[in-house]
């Protein structure tokens, strides 16, 4: 297929057109980041750009990752969030429906409120609590008032980018680099961490064939920051640092945006039809760090 792909130059961009590649796909990768060589400057923002872009590429389906992911960002400025995250999203459905191609948008976890005791699936029902997740509930919605052809796929704590990885993994690197003996992380909350890498492959193979609809993608089990960083020590072989669990208030000067006790998820509908081979969190966390952080092994 020819496959637009807006946002592609961020973390799961960096995955995922890779994989769509490998699959024998033709990509146009765009972003507002104009950071490669071979990425076109698009801002989805722009009705009138994404339609040219769309009718000049005509491609078999559009991949939509842009959005605003930060979620202090989004809770600083609303207006920003919705232009990117609503707006973008509902001129990405105009062209899909203007060229008659399915639409791939990537949503989160965070569109839950995170009181549910047990994973999140695909059939319970969001109840946004910031306002990243509400705008990306708003995209969501927006997809299927407009679109009946379109996956809609939430991704869970991404871990993944390599050397664009601006996330929790590459922070508590960024510390060791820096011989830092005692590391903070908040066990208080929790949620599923999705490998951006195995998500593009999957991903890759789920929209081969057409089945409709909305999906969970993340790997398997259950984790806390603490947790993460727990595990990140021992593949490390970093017995020198001590890690030291603390709840949310430790870091509420610097992120203040509301954030759900519970963002954990279960690939349920995946589970159903025997297409889950997302990995455990565990396998994925050794497998990014010994592709991509070599240096930080002891």
Known sequence: MRLLVTGAAGMLGTSLVPALRAGEHDVMATDINHLDGGMKLLDVRSLQDMIAYSESYNPHMLIHLAAETNLETCETNPDFAYSENFIGTQNACIVCRKL?????????AGVFDGTKAEP???????????????SKWMGEKIVRETLPDHFIVRAGWMVGGGERDKKFVHKIVEQLDTGTRTIHAV??????PTYAKTFSVVLTRLIGTRL????????????????????MLKVLGRDEVTLEQVDSSFFSETFFAPRPRSEEMRNYVLDLRSMNDMPS???AIAEYLSEN????FR
Request: charge should be negative.
């Open 212 to 231: 409709f609809g909305t999906y969970h993608l993340a790997c398997k089990g259950r984790a806390s920051r603490y947790d993460v960083a727990a595990e």
């Open 187 to 192: 066990g208080d909350k929790f949620g599923t």
């Open 281 to 283: 969190w565990q396998d």
């Open 293 to 296: 952080f070599k240096h930080a």
């Open 120 to 134: 999140y699936t695909e059939f319970d029902t969001p109840n946004p609590i910031n306002v990243y997740g509400a």
């Open 100 to 108: 008659g191609v399915p639409l791939v948008y990537i949503s989160t």
